[in-house]
Nanobody
Framework: QVQLVESGGGLVQAGGSLRLSCVAS????????MGWFRQAPGKNREFVAS????????YYADSVKGRFTISRDNAKNTVYLHMNSLKPEDTAVYYC?????????????????????WGQGTQVTVSS
């Protein structure tokens, strides 16, 4: 069982930056591939970024590529989402997710159904 707690959301002007953090409970954090998703009002939840167990592989949605960076610190049981050049369309609740990938040959998981554990979400609002 993994519990995830996100933080770092807030209100920022367009062009600004934020860093989201997600801390996981448990002692086997490095068994888990991690992902960030977001959900804007009236829209479906969408994939943002994913990172492999060791952090060696990352994958991004086209809409955030070049602006967002996902990273992890396995010693701190934490995954980050660094968001730069924010746009009003980035406004959403951002969720961190985890899935056990110890015996998987895949590095990237972009479908929310592939993740078993979710945080409560953190609101990001970008004003124009």
């Amino acid at each position: 069982q993994v519990q995830l707690v996100e933080s770092g959301g807030g209100l920022v002007q367009a062009g600004g930056s934020l860093r989201l953090s997600c801390v996981a409970s448990g002692r086997t954090f490095n068994n888990y591939a991690m992902g960030w998703f977001r959900q804007a009002p009236g829209k479906n939840r969408e994939f943002v970024a994913s990172i492999s167990r060791t952090g060696g592989n990352t994958y991004y949605a086209d809409s955030v590529k070049g602006r967002f960076t996902i990273s992890r610190d396995n010693a701190k049981n934490t995954v980050y989402l660094h968001m730069n050049s924010l746009k009003p369309e980035d406004t959403a609740v951002y969720y961190c997710a985890a899935r056990n990938a110890l015996y998987s040959g895949k590095y990237h998981y972009t479908n929310d159904r592939e993740y078993a554990y979710w945080g409560q979400g953190t609101q990001v609002t970008v004003s124009s």
